[in-house]
């Protein structure tokens, strides 16, 4: 089995920041892209940010330049280090990866449960 747990979240004020983790265990062989997603009440989940093995990113651009992800291959986590947080960031966290569990298996999505982000004004 695969799991994502992830943490860091919390409440903070506007302008502040807070560094999400998000590390990936269980049967794992490889993974190939891994990031972040977000929901906001009465919202679709959307892309945050996502980061290749090779470490090529890609942002949604309402967080670009505030927000940066990264990665540890060796210890199979992500990060998303968040910065200058506004109250439209309040949401739930999702994180992603695209893991392949066995070597002869195909690669597949799977989630974290979630960690709640909220900003105040």
């Known amino acids: 089995q695969v799991q994502l747990v992830e943490s860091g979240g919390g409440l903070v004020q506007a302008g502040g920041s807070l560094r999400l983790s998000c590390a990936a265990s269980?049967?794992?062989?490889?993974?190939?892209?891994m990031g972040w997603y977000r929901q906001a009440p009465g919202k679709q989940r959307e892309l945050v940010g996502e980061?290749?093995?090779?470490?090529?990113?890609n942002y949604a651009d309402s967080v670009k330049g505030r927000f940066t992800i990264s990665r540890d291959n060796a210890k199979n986590t992500v990060y998303l280090q968040m910065n200058s947080l506004k109250p439209e960031d309040t949401a739930v966290y999702y994180c992603?990866?695209?893991?392949?569990?066995?070597?002869?298996?195909?690669?597949?999505?799977?989630w974290g449960q979630g960690t709640q982000v909220t900003v105040s004004s």
């Open positions: 980061i290749t093995r090779g470490g090529s990113t």
């Open positions: 992603n990866a695209n893991i392949r569990p066995f070597s002869g298996s195909r690669y597949a999505d799977y």
């Open positions: 269980g049967s794992i062989f490889s993974i190939n892209a």
